[in-house]
């Protein structure tokens, strides 16, 4: 049998923990600066330190002795923070994706839609709770009613549906980008004589996903005109409550600094969409800042790629290997799929390089065949 030897994870030397140990006091700073003194939530900040001893012995240990060699082995403690640390969070996504293909999700087809939000309505999901719950419900009733309908036009009677859903907060680029990613069984359940029996949907076609979009987008107008934002000219009320919290969503969203000529600018509001929805590739469409894709499907024997699906629902934030510190000091930070405008890289500026503009973006990598 060959030795198993265990290397002791160190994230002091990913680029991640040493940008974020050389930067954070100075982050604190810009953030009160922009938002007139007022510090970040508690719980960010017990997040960023918690990460920061992420896998330092000197945080916690445990230490494990072998009787028959008398060797010891130290095990550091692990932060366990959401959304920030590629270690911890890649744990979780391993074991959720086990356990649900091997405890939950049955052996139907399954299919993934993923509904992309305007820019506004991530911003008022970002910290509103009840609201996101509310849309997700939403639209997650316009994707069931697909099923049931089709399912009741064959002939079924009583048909049950079955998902799951994941809400991401971010993108590819680390921006703030809330959206939805629901696995639906591909077909419905019906019972009769005490017998469940599985009836696999029709194969799906961009008009049927056209029609899903259409009705989520007005569940959804109506969900916001209950929350009393049908029409949202006023300041959001987290604004005044939270305002450093406030302006970090704002500038996730944005992909800009916070920081600038338009730290703390107001996002227009704009629930209107378009009269009809657009189609954009095969099972996509768009509606007025909404998007919908719906075209990734695992048949029932594919237990392998469901997991890796499920992987994907459940990814982490960041991925520690994309991410590169140049010798100027700043980021960058290789995309997952290159953009459909070419961009292949976002490079995150240094806050201690003196500022050449009122505002300041981050700047973008192009291939250099097909660059504008």
């Known amino acids: 049998m060959s030795a198993v030897t265990y290397a002791r ?3 002091e030397h990913t680029v991640l923990h040493r940008v974020v140990t050389a930067r954070w006091g100075a982050a604190q700073e810009l953030c009160r600066d ?6 970040l939530p508690d719980f960010i900040v017990n997040a960023v330190q918690r990460y920061l001893g992420c896998g330092d012995l000197k945080r916690g240990m445990v230490r494990i002795h072998c009787h028959g060699c008398g060797q010891d082995l130290f095990v550091a403690v692990s932060c366990k923070v959401r959304g920030m640390c590629p270690s911890c969070d890649g744990k979780r996504m391993t074991e959720m994706s086990s356990h649900l293909v091997d405890s939950v999700l049955p052996a139907v087809p399954m299919r993934q839609w993923v509904l992309s939000l305007p820019y506004d309505l991530r911003y008022l999901l970002a910290w509103n709770m009840p609201l996101r719950s509310a849309v997700l419900s939403a639209f997650m009733r316009a994707v069931q009613r697909h099923y049931v309908q089709q399912a009741k036009m064959g002939g079924v009677a009583n048909p049950q549906t079955g998902a799951i859903s994941v809400v991401q907060r971010f993108n590819s680029a680390l921006q703030l980008d809330v959206h939805f990613h629901v696995l639906f069984a591909d077909g419905v359940w019906s019972e009769q004589d005490g017998a469940v029996t599985f009836h696999p949907a029709e194969v799906l076609n961009t008009l049927d996903v056209q029609a899903v979009i259409l009705d989520a987008a007005c569940r959804i107008a109506r969900q916001l005109k209950r929350f009393g934002y049908a029409d949202d000219d006023e300041p959001a009320p987290f604004d005044a409550s939270d305002p450093a919290h406030a302006q970090l969503l704002r500038a996730a969203i944005q992909g800009r600094q916070l920081t600038g000529a338009e730290a703390g600018s107001p996002l227009a509001a704009a629930w209107a969409t378009r009269a009809a929805p657009r189609p ?3 099972n996509c469409a768009e509606l007025g800042g909404y998007s919908l894709h719906a075209n990734t499907r695992v048949h029932e024997v594919a237990r392998d790629r469901l997991e890796q699906l499920c992987k994907y629902l459940l990814r982490p934030a960041v991925s520690a290997s994309r991410l590169e510190l140049l010798d100027n000091g700043r980021v960058r930070l290789a995309l997952k799929t290159t953009w459909r405008n070419g961009v292949t890289h976002v490079t995150m500026p ?6 050449r503009s009122p505002r300041t973006l981050p700047t973008r ?3 250099e065949q097909g660059a504008p």
């Open 9 to 11: 994870r160190q994230p």
């Open 34 to 39: 922009a938002s007139d003194g007022a510090a």
């Open 280 to 282: 954009v590739s095969r």
């Open 350 to 355: 240094n806050p201690e390089e003196p500022r």
């Open 365 to 367: 990598s192009w291939q």
